[in-house]
């Protein structure tokens, strides 16, 4: 079964370092996806991205966040100036071509640690 | 907007007992799909269901079965005979299908099997 591919599984960096976390999504999909979850608690969405640009953000995702699609296949998210609460398991998903998400594909995640 | 309530927090029961987790939603749209998915103590999201809100036909899959109940809004999950390896956090999710295209999680209940 195709699978959506996160690098690096765990990352840890300083506070106010910029991180980039990057995904390889299905290759015959459209969408794509950044969901955050912090320990202990529920998966929040924080963008969705189409046709290069990003169709809707959550309240999370401010100045600090950005999305990018640089080739093909990849999809990375950057955090510019990493805080403490940034630290968070970062999943990537993609859904298929229909454009509708009956079913989002998930990476594994990257786990991210800022000290 | 939408939201999903997964009332129970954390449920423990001996291994080989039935042990249903409860979900709860609330949405304004007519159309939508509901999920549960599983998050193992390694961390990445296993996709269990999706379930369409045209259909309200319980779907029984090995040990697992849902129970779909539009008049409640609920989307109950069952594990019949429960084994140490069904350990994980559970997560009911909903996602319109028109307009915004982001899941919306519930808090997750932790289910811990005991040998």
């Known amino acids: 079964e195709p699978e959506v591919t996160q690098t690096p599984s765990h990352q840890v960096t300083q506070m106010g370092q910029e991180v980039i976390l990057r995904c390889v999504p299905i290759s015959n999909h459209l969408y794509f996806y950044w969901y955050r979850q912090i320990l202990g608690q529920k998966v929040e969405f924080l963008v969705s991205f189409y046709n290069n640009e990003i169709s809707e953000k959550s309240e999370i995702f401010d100045d600090q966040f950005s999305v990018e699609r640089p080739d093909g296949s990849n999809f990375t998210l950057k955090i510019r100036s990493t805080k403490l609460e940034d630290s968070a398991m970062y999943f990537c998903?993609?859904?298929?071509?229909?454009?509708?998400?009956?079913?989002?594909?998930f990476g594994s995640g990257t786990q991210l640690s800022v000290l | 907007a939408q939201k999903v309530t997964q009332a129970q927090t954390e449920i423990s029961v001996v291994e080989k007992e039935d042990v249903t987790l409860d979900c709860v939603y609330e949405?304004?749209?007519?159309?939508?799909?509901l999920f549960w998915y599983k998050q193992p103590p390694s961390g990445e999201l296993v996709f269990l269901i999706r379930r369409n809100s045209f259909d309200e036909q319980n779907e029984i899959s090995g040990r697992y079965s849902w129970n779909f109940q539009k008049s409640t809004s609920s989307f109950n999950f069952t594990i019949t005979a429960s084994q140490v390896v069904d350990s994980a956090v559970y997560f009911c999710a909903l996602i319109r299908i028109q307009g915004a295209q982001k899941l919306v999680f519930g808090q997750g209940t932790r289910l811990t099997i005991n040998p």
């Open positions: 998903a993609s859904s298929d071509t229909t454009g509708k998400p009956e079913k989002l594909f």
């Open positions: 949405t304004r749209d007519t159309t939508y799909y």
